[in-house]
């Protein structure tokens, strides 16, 4: 098993930045990607950024540019620097991590509110 534990969130003007973290413990060697998602009420949760255990990254097309993944394996956390946030990235933000056995494992939730 492998447990999440996420920080960082809250409220921030648009324009303004949050990080986010990612602490993983338990079963640690199991995990190859780690990543963000985020969910709004009423939608499915959507992938915002992933990372894998080598440092290849993947990012949605909404955060280009402005989201950055990173993860230092020694410390066992995942980070999501957000820049520039807008109000439509105000959502609950999940920490997952996908073991190479092919399970997931999820977070959680932090709540980020971006006011206009």
């Known amino acids: 098993q492998v447990q999440l534990v996420e920080s960082g969130g809250g409220l921030v003007q648009a324009g303004g930045s949050l990080r986010l973290s990612c602490a993983a413990s338990?079963?640690?060697?199991?995990?190859?990607?780690m990543g963000w998602y985020y969910q709004v009420p009423g939608k499915q949760r959507e992938l915002v950024a992933a990372?894998?255990?080598?440092?290849?990254?993947n990012y949605a097309d909404s955060v280009k540019g402005r989201f950055t993944i990173s993860r230092d394996n020694a410390k066992n956390t995942v980070y999501l620097q957000m820049n520039s946030l807008k109000p439509e990235d105000t959502a609950v933000y999940y920490c997952?991590?996908?073991?190479?056995?092919?399970?997931?494992?999820w977070g959680k939730g932090t709540l980020v509110t971006v006011s206009s």
């Open positions: 990372i894998t255990r080598g440092g290849s990254t």
């Open positions: 997952n991590a996908k073991s190479y056995g092919a399970m997931d494992f």
């Open positions: 338990g079963f640690i060697s199991s995990i190859n990607v």
